[in-house]
């Protein structure tokens, strides 16, 4: 497999500082091409949309522009469901509060033990308002596995939400989604998919995970802190957040509170050419032409991303594994290339700190995934380290982050 991994790192000015980056999983750099895009939108001069001067309409092919990069990255349906917000947990709590306008008490919702609070929080307090009962999806141990049963045992009729993740920020699991998503549309439930964690690493298809919404952050894939909720604009009709008398309410402009980053999305469009070009950029096999359009071309790419991060995945679990003074939390089938380990006799804070003597960025802590960290009995004694790959992770960042915990045994 060919990922010449030199020529994706020379377009990340901030990699130059010669730092192992292996916190991807909680923000990503940026590339030249997507700083490019935002300051020349802000030199170009822009203005509040929707006005009748050029400026205001650089402002709306900006937004535009962003949103048909959303339809191809992720095979959205339609740029009227891209709904652009400042995070994935803004975005769901305007969701939750939208959706859980429609429950009436007796009603159930599904959430997981598994994912990012920001897929659980939001749906557990509007269920606590809307007198709607919470059915917690519990992943196996130690394995960290949620099978779909796990999820579909907690179905019924009076299902109308199971929010589930494409993949876990900690563990990296990657539940089967279809599979869930199917048994909750027998059911009659919607399904909302946390994919701020998959879409940096894996090709996504909305429509083949049979999600009705889908998240996703841009600053987990190279792009600015933005983030974006899709589905299908009829759908989108059906649900209405808290907003504005004098806001809009068509849609996705009812889930965009206030003026938007216009800059920003600009950065955003880009950020999705970045993604679209990295396969044909690294010289992966099996890449179409600079020609073929765009959601090919993303589709592609991203294989090559996934093979490229599994196999330095192997290679970072590998040199864990050979440690005797390190635990991992997790090994699942189908894992995104990021992991989560304790080092015996030390804090996770002690780790991280140690890592940033040799340079290397590491997490510690819980990292949102709160009550995973509960169920592994983790969370008050400082939970876990936690490396993740990105499109620009190198050998020999995993090499420096093996030979920095190597230190600690
Ligand atoms: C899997 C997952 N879901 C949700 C979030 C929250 O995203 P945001 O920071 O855009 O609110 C994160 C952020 O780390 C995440 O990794």
Not at 26 to 49: C, F, K, L, M
Not at 199 to 219: I, K, Q, R
Request: net charge negative; proline share 6%.
């Amino acid at each position: 497999m060919t990922y010449d991994v030199a020529k994706v790192r020379a377009l990340y000015p901030a990699l130059a500082d010669g730092w192992a980056y292996l916190d991807g999983a909680a923000g990503t750099q940026v590339p030249r091409s997507v700083i490019d895009a935002e300051s020349a939108t802000y030199a170009a001069g822009i203005g509040n949309h929707g006005a009748y001067f050029a400026a205001s309409k650089r402002s709306d092919a900006a937004s535009r522009a962003a949103r048909e990069g959303i339809v191809d990255l992720v095979g959205a349906p339609a740029v009227e469901g891209v709904a652009l917000g400042p995070s994935m947990t803004a975005l769901t709590y305007r969701f939750a509060d939208g959706l859980s306008k429609t429950w009436k008490p007796g009603d159930e919702i599904v959430v997981t033990r598994l994912d990012h609070d920001a897929n659980v929080r939001p749906w557990v307090q509007a269920a606590e308002r809307a007198g709607v009962t919470v059915r917690w999806a519990v992943p196996t141990l130690p394995d960290v596995e949620l099978p779909v049963e796990a999820v579909t045992e907690h179905l019924s009729e009076r299902t109308r939400l199971v929010a589930v993740t494409a993949a876990s920020n900690v563990i990296g699991t990657r539940p089967d989604v279809r599979a869930i998503a199917d048994a909750a549309h027998a059911a009659g439930a919607l399904v909302y998919v946390d994919g701020v964690h998959a879409t940096p690493h894996v090709p996504v298809d909305v429509a083949a995970l049979g999600a009705d919404f889908y998240a996703t952050s841009a600053y987990k894939w190279s792009g600015p802190h933005l983030a974006t909720v899709v589905g299908e604009p009829a759908l989108l009709e059906t649900v209405m957040p808290d907003k504005l008398a004098s806001s809009s309410t068509d849609v996705p402009d009812r889930f965009e509170y206030g003026t938007s980053p216009f800059a920003q999305h600009a950065g955003m469009a880009a950020a999705v050419d970045h993604v679209a070009g990295l396969g044909a950029l690294a010289g992966a096999g099996g890449q179409p032409g600079p020609d073929a359009p765009r959601r090919e071309r993303i589709l592609a790419s991203m294989a090559a991303v996934e093979a490229y991060e599994q196999a330095l995945l192997a290679r970072m679990i590998a040199g864990l594994a050979a440690m005797d003074h390190v635990e991992r939390f997790g090994s699942p089938a189908l894992q995104a290339p990021t992991i989560w380990f304790r080092v015996r006799g030390l804090t996770p804070d002690q780790v991280a700190e140690h890592c940033a003597k040799a340079e290397v960025n590491v997490w510690s802590g819980h990292n949102y995934a709160w009550e995973l960290a509960g169920l592994l009995g983790i969370r008050d004694s400082g939970s876990a380290v936690r490396a993740s790959l990105s499109v620009y992770s190198s050998d020999e960042d995993v090499d420096r982050l093996l030979e920095a915990v190597a230190a600690l045994g």
